[in-house]
């Protein structure tokens, strides 16, 4: 089974079970300060599980795109990815675990023929020092679940990492682990979570490769949660339940939530009883592509000899998605992230004798092909992915041949010092894998220890400095920025009016030059539509509308039917920016930090929609200038 297919089938799974699809958020989190990419399936669902009403329900399903930057060192073993499509399924205070587990047991085994001997789950062993109870519900529900399928599933507690690596199996197919596996919350642990924060005990599930044996240097004895690659974690759901008091206890949420993920490539390597991630299907393809370029065997490779297939693999259909998001390959945040992925694929080339750039087309039409149906944004982005991938290659040809130069300046006899390899790195783009390798080859030795401090003290710099980028959307506070910012009202009102109140702003970004607008949609807007939307905006900025400013709890704020950003987190006091008159019933009413106009005609000129296009499944992009 491919992965267009099990995508599917697990999104019409749930959908039966009447959950409403909706589209993958962005990877780009434009209104989340705190990170610069989404990197799960959760992130963008946060408010709806803290109890925001999400316009499609109680029940939902999706497919998420993510990007983790952390994970790009450990790409080259056999499971680790930067992109990954985190499948989940959610419910907002309706069903629960029994609901969850069953049907998720049911997906695996019954609809895709996953064979139940092979699975083993783990829950939560409770925390006696915070009052918190040993999930004995969810083991009540996997007993009878494995009993359905002829299989006595016995429970063994295990409690800590260090534990299960002294005790191992024991004969068991439910394992009790701590809270440092088995417990949810953003902040981690139950000790680790602030007042007001939610949480709960959750419930993974593991897929037995029984031709692997257990690896002693992972510890004594192998368990589900073991690094040896026996097990391989497949899905996990989350019962968020619980809430932090002031005073440390846990209290019970009014609203029970599940909160599932489960990676889709990794149920396909489970699918195909293959720990090798880079056998599932599409990414299977990218590497026999890499086979005939370089006429090299990745089957007949040794694990080291993979390691440049798999990098390059991962790491150009992690750099097409970016940029089909709209980054560009640059020195800068989001940019320098793409333009790493890219030259770390460049350089794990020359291990396979790759030369030159015209086959990184190949590669990145394998993924195209391969996602340009759910994901309509790679389809119609191919051009400018092509060719943002192929001016960056072409430079770094240029950056290997100075850094090698570069290198020979500082590379002396005895040590290398960690503070030129990093200095290499972040001023030629010279990769820290090629300094390494270059020095062994020259009996030189390198403190990795302090390569990492080094790495490590840049990582929080540009973690700090994201922080402050991205806020609300706005580029700037310029005059034109807040201009556009109420022009973005405007445009989200005009656009319910048109085409109906499932429209809500899934993103924005607003510079002095334009608006850029992100809305659910399942269709092209037609010129009709366009124009009508114009005619709205630019009606609004004539008629001279008052933009006041208030201030009301957020409950208020719903019962009015004040509109909010998709995926954000609202403290309990909002502000609210209205446009127009109270007693003609205002034309606008959104949850705003600001800043704004005060009045709208002093947006002046003409509101034009420039460029309207679809960025994923079911979302739309609205780009728009005031003339």
Known sequence: MDIETLRDRYLKFFELEGHAIIPSASLLPENDPTTLFTG??????????????????????????????????????????????????????????????????????????????????????????????????????????????GIIANDVHLGSLEEASRSGMQGGRIFYYDARKNWWSRSGAPHAMPSGEPGGPDSEMFYEFTAIKHDPRFGAECHPNCDCGRFLEIGNSVFMEYVKSADGSFKSLPQKNVDFGGGLERIG????????????????????????????????????????????????????????????????????????????ALFNARALQIEGTAWIKEVVDVYIQSYGRFYPEIDDGQEEVVKHLLLEAEKFLKTLEAGVRQFTQVATKGVLQAEDIFNLYQSYGFPEELSIELARKQGLTV???????????????????????????????????????????????????????????????????????????????TSEQIVEVERIVNEKIAEALPVEKTTMPYAEAQKQGVVGVFGERYPEIVSVYRIGFLEKGFFSQEICGGPHVNNTSELGGNFKISKEEGISRGVRRIRAVLG
């Not at 985190?86 to 049907?103: A, I, P, V």
């Not at 026999?288 to 370089?294: A, D, F, M, Q, T």
């Not at 910012?485 to 109906?500: D, E, F, I, P, Y």
């Open 40 to 149: 799960s399936g959760m992130q963008p669902i946060i408010p709806f599980l803290l109890g925001a009403p999400h316009p499609a329900g109680k029940r939902l399903v999706d497919a998420q795109k993510c990007f983790r930057a952390e994970d790009m060192d450990e790409v080259g073993d056999n499971r680790h990815t930067t992109f990954f499509e985190m499948l989940g399924n959610w419910s907002f205070g309706d069903y629960f675990k029994r609901e969850q587990l069953s049907w998720f047991f049911s997906f695996l085994t019954d609809n895709l023929g996953i064979s139940p001997e092979r699975l083993y789950v783990t829950v939560f062993a409770g925390d006696q020092t915070l009052n918190l109870p040993k999930d004995t519900d969810s083991v009540l529900i996997w007993k009878e679940l494995f009993k359905s399928k």
């Open 447 to 525: 403190d990795t220890t302090e390569l990492a401090t080094h790495r490590d003290k840049h990582r929080e710099l540009s973690r700090n400095t994201s922080e402050k980028k991205f806020k609300g959307g706005l580029a700037d506070t310029s005059d034109m920025s807040i201009k556009y910012h109420t022009a973005t009202h405007l445009l989200n009102q005009a656009l319910r009016q048109v085409l109906g109140n499932h429209v809500y702003q899934k993103g924005s970004n607003i510079t002095p030059e334009r608006l850029r607008f992100d809305f659910p949609n399942d269709t092209k807007l």
């Open 269 to 344: 390597a489970a699918l195909l009883n293959s720990p090798d991630i880079f056998a599932v299907d599409v990414l299977k393809r990218a590497v026999e592509k890499l086979e005939r370029i370089s006429k090299r065997s990745y089957k007949a490779s040794t694990e080291e000899e993979k390691r440049p297939f798999r990098i390059i693999a991962d790491h150009l259909r992690a750099a097409t998605f970016m940029i089909a998001a709209g980054v560009e390959p640059s020195n800068k945040d989001r940019g320098y992230v793409v333009r790493r992925l890219v030259r770390r």
